[in-house]
């Protein structure tokens, strides 16, 4: 089994808040002097697309983890920044976890000489077979065949993502246009999507060290609450796909 790269496994911490239009402009115009725009956003205005498929268990072990706040969980999804199946952007098998308030992500890329409008079981096949060999894939495989974990629902959004002009591990994004799809395909012909926060943004900041004092002031003098939000779980709930116990 080999290790996978450094760049492609990291550990952090993470605040979440939900902003609604008006606040959000605001906030984003307060943040930006001390922000740079990060160099893989890919549009005009500074953002690009996120689509991930989200796999669970028969019973939805993951969903029920994160609804319950369990202090050790983990997901696995596949995530693209391709933005239609004739987009040549990677995909990426991802694990991503949290273990006593530190998230924690593993990724590993997938070559893709297959059908990527697979779907299903015949999806999860073509995973295995063309991810990057390591540990990623190993626990993946091991969910596939003990919990018959597959894929459920999808999600994307448009991120504008920024690093600290002055402390570059610190990250902000502003995530918008946020919409879950009940499918077990990346691509192809799926039902119709569903808004998942009308006429809100999320904006989230990751950090390994301390959060930066000007943030501080521009929360604090905007009251901003945190919130402790997951699209996924976010999409299952609007969907009607599983209910919190």
């Known amino acids: 089994m080999s290790a996978e790269p450094v760049a492609l496994r990291f550990r952090r911490l993470e605040c979440k808040y939900v902003l609604d239009a008006a606040i ?61 199946e004739h987009d040549p952007a ?44 390591g540990s990623v894939r190993d626990r993946f495989e ?21 690093s600290g ?9 502003f995530d918008d246009l946020v919409t879950g799809t009940a499918t077990d395909r990346l691509f192809g012909s799926m039902p119709a999507s569903r808004e998942l926060l009308p006429g809100s943004s999320v904006l989230e900041i990751k950090f390994t060290h301390a959060v930066p004092v000007w943030f501080h002031a521009v929360v604090q003098s905007r009251e901003l609450q945190r919130r402790s939000i997951s699209k996924v779980c976010s999409a299952i709930l609007t969907l009607g796909l599983a209910q919190a116990r």
């Open 142 to 162: 091991f969910a596939v065949l003990r919990q018959r974990i597959a894929p459920v629902v999808l999600v994307d959004y448009r991120r504008r993502p920024y």
């Open 90 to 133: 990677p995909w990426f098998l991802e694990q991503k976890g949290r273990q006593d308030g530190v998230v924690w992500k593993h990724r590993a890329p997938l070559a893709r000489p297959f059908d990527p409008c697979l779907r299903g079981e015949a999806l999860t096949a073509a995973i295995l077979a063309n991810v990057t060999p």
């Open 24 to 84: 959000r402009a605001d906030v984003e115009s307060a943040l930006r002097p001390y922000l740079r725009l990060a160099g893989h956003a890919k549009d005009g205005d500074g953002t690009y697309a996120v689509r991930s498929l989200y796999f669970d268990d028969p019973v939805w072990s993951a969903f029920h983890a994160k609804i319950d706040g369990l202090r050790s969980r983990s997901k696995f999804r596949l995530r693209t920044y391709a933005r239609s």
């Open 165 to 173: 002009a002055f402390a570059p591990d610190f990250r902000v994004t």
